[in-house]
């Protein structure tokens, strides 16, 4: 009997999803995916196999894999992708796509990284790297309650003194959208895309938060033969509505998921839109 004929052991699993991210942009997608279903086969078979116990069988190596293993496999499936594809590591080291070669990963990018730590929280990446905050992705700051944050900032101007963008917190993506009356309020947004937010020029610290969404969009929710669904409606260039459906089951995460089309549909509207919740009869 070959080793073939052995199911492959976690360790083995892991590093296979360090080598798919080198393979190149052409076949890294629907090997990565491949992947993932084979996970999903693995744990589903480990499920049943736990709870039934071999009769009459010669001695096999254990085709269970933990379910934590399994995860944690999963969720560093889903970094690696997201590296690769967004292109965001920290302070957004690798800005533009297509990448021809992936980058070393060592256990200290792991440990430090807070889009591995936000994806084993649960949570699902932003399409497009997120502002930084000293160097770190700041996620807090897009997703966050809304509250102002005393933060380093400065206005750049252009050669015929026109504000056109700002540094904050040590990031210079930073666009000046429209400047607000009086000389120390501007409408800011990071690299043209997720919400605005208003800068209050100030020394020793400026102030920074976020904006009121600016367009409203219906979430409608129906319920047939006992399954209840939700859509979202978004307008067509021509003004006609689309239903956009949603993976939820209830009001909460259809919202969650709503932001999320919209993160990677309308990156430049992501954050800037609230929802009407809308009962279909």
């Known amino acids: 009997m070959t080793t073939s004929d052995f199911p492959l ?37 480990g499920a049943l196999l736990a709870g039934q116990p071999a009769v009459n069988e010669p001695e096999m190596p254990s085709t269970n894999i933990d379910m934590e293993l399994a995860q944690a496999v999963l969720d560093a499936s889903e970094w690696l992708k997201t590296l690769w594809n967004v292109g965001y590591m920290g302070a957004g080291s690798f800005p533009a796509a297509p990448r021809s070669d992936f980058p070393q990963i060592e256990l200290e990018d792991v440990l430090q990284s807070s889009l591995f730590a936000r994806i084993r929280q649960g949570k699902r990446p932003l399409p497009f790297p997120p502002p930084t905050r000293n160097g770190l992705p700041w996620h807090d700051l897009v997703e966050g309650p809304g509250v102002p944050h005393d933060v380093a900032a400065e206005i750049v101007d252009n050669e015929e003194g026109l504000a056109i963008g700002a540094i904050i917190e040590g990031c210079a993506d930073w666009r000046v959208i429209e400047k607000v009356a009086g000389d120390d309020e501007y409408i800011v947004q990071h690299r043209g895309k997720g919400p605005l937010y208003r800068l209050c020029i100030d020394q020793p610290l400026s102030v920074l938060f976020r904006e009121q969404p600016r367009w409203m969009r219906r979430i409608r929710s129906q319920e047939r033969a006992g399954v209840r669904s ?15 459906p949603l993976r939820a089951a209830t009001w909460e995460r259809a919202e969650a998921e709503a ?23």
């Open 9 to 45: 052991d976690g360790d083995e699993l892991m590093d296979f999803a360090g080598k798919i991210a080198q393979l190149p942009p052409t076949e890294a997608e629907w090997v990565e995916r491949l992947f993932q279903e084979c996970l999903r086969a693995r744990i589903s078979e």
């Open 259 to 281: 932001g999320h089309w919209i993160a990677a549909n309308s990156p430049e509207m992501y954050g800037q839109v609230s929802f009407e919740r809308v009962e279909a009869d």
């Open 230 to 244: 939700f859509m979202l409606e978004w307008p067509r260039p021509d003004g006609s509505l689309r239903d956009v």
